[in-house]
Structures are given as structure tokens and as C-alpha cells.
């Protein structure tokens, strides 16, 4: 089916249009678990699942966009938008309740530890971007697709209407940005690195 009727299903599906949902949907879903796959990759602490973030994403979307959707990328960005804030507030309650004593921890369970330590990096980047965002947003956009999102410059530049060099290029001036927002410091260097290698 042509991006236009994607467009398209996704605004009757928005409208209210059951079956369109549905359609919607199933067209979709390969893409939004991949980039629901790579979210969890990057944020081995959250306690989703690829399938649970895909549909809360998708429900989420549902209950609070309004308005027409412009076009298949339009989704996929506000689909990213949403995984990024799913992700964010899991994270954020995770450190809530480590501040407010309701987990304990062993000695011996680093795995929260680590957890932990990626919730506070994925805030620190998520304010970050958001900073970034109010100077430069087409480049706050590329790190949310291809960081948060798993999209590839190349899908990228497709959904954009960019060429590839554009994108890399406002990769390379957002990734310089946010590594120096981040600083150099041992505590956050994870998210430094991930930011420059990936």
C-alpha cells in the first residue's frame, strides 16, 4: 500500500474508523516494533516489552494526537515523540521509587544498579534534546528518529525529503551539541558514547 493511503488510514483510523485502525495498524506494526526493538536496546532497565511498548505507544497516540496526520513520516516522528516519553516517564518513576525506598536492592544486584544509571542517562539526554530542540529543530528530530527511534540516516533522509549528507551532517552538529550538554564527565560517558558511536 502507498505511503498517501497509509496517510490516509491513519487519518479515518483517527476519525474514529474501527477498521481503518486495524488496517492502520497491521501496516505499521513490523515498523513500530523495530523501533520500539531498538528503544529497549538502548534502555535495558525499562520493564516493557518490544510487543506492550508498540501498543502503548500506538494507544497513546490514539488518545492525545489531534489533528490530520501530513504524512507517513509525520506518524513515525509523533510514534518515536511517544516511545521517547513512555520510556522518559518509566524512567523517571523508576528513580522516584529508588529515592523513595520502595526497592531494595542487594549488594549483589547490579542489574538495578545499571538500570538505574541508564534512567538518569536517558533523562539527562531527553533534557538535552529538548534543549536542542529550541535551536535546531530538524536536527533535534534526526537524534529523536535515529537515537530513540532505530531509524537509519538513510530511512531518514527518505521520510525528510533530505539528502543523506544533510542528515549526517545535523547528526554531527547534534551529537556535538549534546555531548558537550552532557558533558565529559565518568558518571554520564555512557550516553556520550553511545551518542558519538552509533
Known amino acids: 500500500m502507498a505511503q498517501t493511503d497509509l496517510t490516509e488510514l491513519l487519518n479515518r483510523a483517527q476519525g474514529g474508523d474501527a477498521s481503518a485502525r486495524e488496517a ?5 506494526y ?10 529497549l536496546r538502548r534502555n535495558p532497565g525499562a520493564t516493557l516489552n518490544t510487543t506492550a511498548l508498540v501498543h502503548e505507544a500506538y494507544a497513546k497516540l490514539a488518545a492525545h494526537h489531534a489533528g490530520a496526520l501530513a504524512s507517513r513520516a509525520h506518524f513515525f516522528s509523533l510514534a518515536a515523540r511517544a516511545m521517547r ?12 521509587d529508588k529515592r523513595g525506598g520502595r526497592e531494595a536492592h542487594t549488594g549483589l544486584d ?3 544498579e545499571i538500570a538505574d544509571r541508564r534512567a538518569e542517562e536517558l533523562l539527562l539526554v531527553d533534557d538535552a534534546l529538548d534543549r536542542l530542540a529550541e535551536h535546531d529543530e530538524r536536527a533535534a528530530k534526526v ?22 549528507r544533510t542528515v549526517r551532517s545535523d547528526w554531527a552538529l547534534a551529537r556535538a551539541v549534546l555531548a558537550r550538554e552532557l ?3 565518568d558518571e554520564f560517558a555512557g550516553s556520550s558514547a553511545r551518542l558519538r558511536n552509533t
Open 24 to 28: 492502520a495498524f497491521e501496516q505499521i
Open 30 to 39: 513490523a515498523d513500530l516494533k523495530r523501533i520500539a526493538a531498538a528503544e
Open 85 to 96: 516519553q513512555i520510556l522518559v516517564d518509566q524512567a523517571r518513576s523508576r528513580l522516584a
Open 110 to 112: 547490579d542489574a538495578h
Open 143 to 164: 537524534v529523536e528518529w535515529h537515537f530513540f527511534g532505530g531509524f537509519t540516516f538513510t530511512e531518514i533522509a527518505a521520510e525528510l525529503d533530505l539528502s543523506e
Open 183 to 185: 558533558g565529559l564527565g
